[in-house]
């Protein structure tokens, strides 16, 4: 079974700063997808960034980008220019490829600060 | 765009009564539909998914049904509510078959579901 680890359950940054939060995996697939979810205080998940496996190319979204490593099974995502609305819980989470569904696999979760 | 409606928002419920919490999707056909729960400060348990009307898949034995009357709607029950189901209720919706990013899940905003 697939594993998703977060090793850091609290991280905190200055606002305009950056910051890094880490997520490691563990899986046998080849291909497959990642993702990080960014869950506010009002608890909706919502979907910072996703990484295709088999894309060697860092995903970016404006001011999130990832730093996928495969062969170390590394998916850690980089917020720059941090914002006081970036302060929430984020989730990384991995997901198979192929068939009828995907089902997500969510790590435990980092809390980030952001301090004014 | 597609849109994405759970309620109720909370529920405060006695152990022992009856739960129904509905979840429905707008903007899109044939979605793959899926319930999580999260316990506080931890992360999301997949309970079930769903690829098609009448189609269920659970993933932990539990108190907790679930069913899929019409397309885009989804529906978690629970005939008698535990102490224990007491937690945050995600509903998420990915593309089906015929769509693109298929692994992609959007979440809706969840209920807050309280067994005194």
């Known amino acids: 079974a697939q594993t998703v680890t977060q090793s850091q359950p609290e991280m905190s940054v200055q606002e305009a700063e950056t910051v890094t939060l880490s997520c490691t995996y563990d899986?046998?697939?080849?291909?497959?997808?990642l993702f990080w979810y960014k869950q506010p205080p009002s608890r909706q998940m919502i979907l910072v960034i996703r990484?295709?496996?088999?894309?060697?190319q860092n995903a970016t979204e404006n001011r999130f980008s990832v730093n996928f490593q495969k062969a170390a099974k590394s998916f850690s995502l980089k917020i720059s220019d941090s914002q006081l609305g970036d302060a929430a819980m984020y989730f990384c989470?991995?997901?198979?490829?192929?068939?009828?569904?995907?089902?997500?696999?969510f790590g435990k979760g980092t809390l980030l600060t952001v301090n004014p | 765009s597609q849109t994405i409606h759970q309620w109720p928002a909370t529920l405060v419920q006695p152990v022992g009564s009856p739960l129904s919490l509905e979840c429905t999707v707008e903007g899109t056909s044939n979605p793959n539909l899926y319930w999580y729960r999260q316990a506080a400060g931890r992360g999301l348990q997949l309970l079930f998914y769903?690829?098609?009307?009448?189609?269920i898949s659970s993933e932990v034995p539990q108190n907790l049904s679930a069913s899929r009357p019409q397309d885009r709607q989804f529906i978690l029950s629970s005939k008698k509510l535990l102490l224990s189901d007491s937690g945050f209720y995600l509903c998420a919706w990915s593309p089906g078959l015929a769509g693109i990013y298929q692994e992609t899940q959007y979440f809706g905003p969840g209920t807050r579901l309280l067994v005194l």
């Open positions: 769903s690829v098609g009307i009448g189609q």
């Open positions: 899986t046998s697939e080849s291909d497959y997808y």
């Open positions: 990484q295709e496996a088999y894309k060697q």
């Open positions: 989470a991995y997901s198979g490829s192929g068939g009828s569904n995907y089902k997500l696999t």
